[in-house]
Every structure is written in structure tokens, then in C-alpha cells.
């Protein structure tokens, strides 16, 4: 079993910054990759970042590339997701979720993840 905890979540301004942890527990954490998804009102949950059991890989939608940045800790405890030029769009739940099957890499999808945060709420607004 792997319990995950998400903080950091927020009202922000446009084009501020944040950033999400994920606290993982209750299972070796390196033996896990990571994924953040983001669910706004009305919408699926959409894949934002992931990051691969050792921190080697990491993969980002299309949206966020370039504006968001995963990382784990050298403790494999704490996942963080650090967001930059926010946007609208940006507004939603995030989750960040755990796979234990992949040995390398990161899944992008949201079938892939067994294990599951209770989410925090990001709203970017003027």
C-alpha cells in the first residue's frame, strides 16, 4: 500500500507561481513513479507531469512543458511540482498518484496509477 498527500494548493494571481508536494509513505518510495493530474470542473482527469522511480525520467504534457517542473527529493519522500507563468487554464484539482508496475519511464495516462492522493485545489484568477 502507498498513501499519498498532496499540499500546497491555492488561490494564485496570473502568471504567479506555486508549488504542489506530494508526500509518499507506507511503501519504499523509490519503488513507486509518480504522476501529478490536474481534473477541473466538468472535465476529466488530465496527466500535467510524471517522474520515473529513480528521478532519471520525467515527461510533461504538452500544456505545461516548459512553464512546470517535477522533482522527488534525494529521500524519494516528497514529490514537488513546481509551477511558473500559471495560467487559467492551470485551474483545477491536482492529484498526484503512484505506479509501482513500471520499472522504467513514466506512464502518462490515468489507468497506470493504482495508488491515489486526495487532491489540492489550484485556481489562478485575476
Known amino acids: 500500500q502507498v498513501q499519498l498527500a498532496e499540499s500546497g494548493g491555492e488561490l494564485v494571481q496570473i502568471g504567479g507561481s506555486l508549488r504542489l508536494s506530494c508526500a509518499v509513505s507506507?511503501?519504499?518510495?523509490?519503488?513507486?513513479?509518480i504522476g501529478w493530474f490536474r481534473q477541473a470542473p466538468g472535465e476529466e482527469r488530465k496527466f500535467v507531469a510524471g517522474i520515473s522511480r529513480s528521478g532519471e525520467f520525467t515527461d510533461y504534457s504538452d500544456s505545461v512543458k516548459g512553464r512546470f517542473t517535477i522533482s522527488r527529493d534525494n529521500a524519494m519522500i516528497t514529490v514537488y511540482l513546481q509551477m511558473n507563468s500559471l495560467n487559467y487554464e492551470d485551474t483545477g484539482v491536482y492529484y498526484c498518484?503512484?505506479?509501482?508496475?513500471?520499472?522504467?519511464?513514466?506512464?502518462?495516462?490515468?489507468?497506470?496509477?493504482?495508488?491515489w492522493g486526495q487532491g489540492t485545489q489550484v485556481t489562478v484568477s485575476s
Open positions: 498518484a503512484a505506479d509501482g508496475k513500471i520499472l522504467r519511464g513514466v506512464h502518462n495516462y490515468v489507468a497506470a496509477y493504482e495508488y
Open positions: 507506507g511503501r519504499t518510495s523509490s519503488s513507486v513513479a
